[in-house]
């Protein structure tokens, strides 16, 4: 069956990176864009942004810019997110979803990985 | 502050029907129809059970329904039930240059 399947929780000290992985199975990885959508304590959901397994290309919402990097290994049809200088308001459960299209709905989502920077 | 404006909380007894609403602008919800809303449990990913306004994909309940009317997206649930006591959060594409999608602040939906 379609799934993503994400990387373990991770504890990380302020000011370190993490990257966080997300496995599709089920389908052809490089027909459905991948985007990652986190939630903080308390908060609601929040789209970061997208990667294209197809070509690599990615698309950050304003406020991932600079800190975030998504990047694909089609070999194992694996996307990975990292996320270096860790700030304490990063803590969060960061999920993967896909869309077959940028304006499609997200219609499966990974399990979520809670990152809690922490010092 | 979410980009899409939903309220925070709506309750209502087993059976009833309610209505979430979700405004946009017209840079996002008034000018696709590109809505779709997902059911957070929490402790578990959310689930997609409305996309492109109101289409309902194949195993979602058809007490879910979906509709839009200019800059506003609704989301009604017919015949509640207490398995739908969760998070409702609508989302829209957008032709914002800040982002590709966005998301409401969500919507606590509680079974009496």
């Known amino acids: 069956q379609v799934q993503l399947v994400q990387s373990g929780a991770e504890v990380k000290r302020p000011g370190a990176s993490v990257k966080v992985s997300c496995k599709a199975s089920?389908?052809?990885?490089?027909?459905?864009?991948i985007y990652w959508v986190r939630q903080a304590p308390g908060q609601g959901l929040e789209w970061m942004g997208l990667?294209?397994?197809?070509?690599?290309?990615?698309s950050y919402a304003q406020k991932f810019r600079g800190r975030f990097n998504m990047t694909r290994d089609t070999s194992t049809s694996t996307v990975y997110m990292e996320m270096s200088s860790l700030r304490y308001d990063d803590t969060a459960v960061y999920y993967c979803t896909r869309a077959v299209r940028v304006v499609s709905a997200m219609d499966v989502w990974g399990q979520g990985t809670t990152v809690t920077v922490s010092s | 502050q979410s980009a899409l404006t939903q309220p925070a909380s709506v309750s209502a007894s087993p059976g009833q029907s309610i209505t979430l609403s979700c405004t946009g602008t017209s840079s996002d919800i008034g000018l696709y129809d590109y809505v779709s809303w997902y059911q957070h449990h929490p402790g578990k990913a959310p689930k997609l059970i409305i996309s492109d306004v109101s289409n309902r994909p194949s195993g979602v309940s058809n007490r879910f329904s979906g509709s839009k009317s200019g800059n506003t997206a609704s989301l009604t649930i017919s015949g509640l039930q207490a398995e739908d006591e969760a998070d409702y959060y609508c989302?829209?594409?957008?032709?914002?240059?800040?982002?590709?999608?966005?998301f409401g602040g969500g919507t606590k939906v509680t079974v009496l």
């Open positions: 990667i294209n397994p197809s070509g690599g290309s990615t």
């Open positions: 989302s829209s594409y957008t032709s914002k240059f800040t982002e590709d999608v966005v």
């Open positions: 089920g389908y052809r990885f490089t027909t459905y864009f």
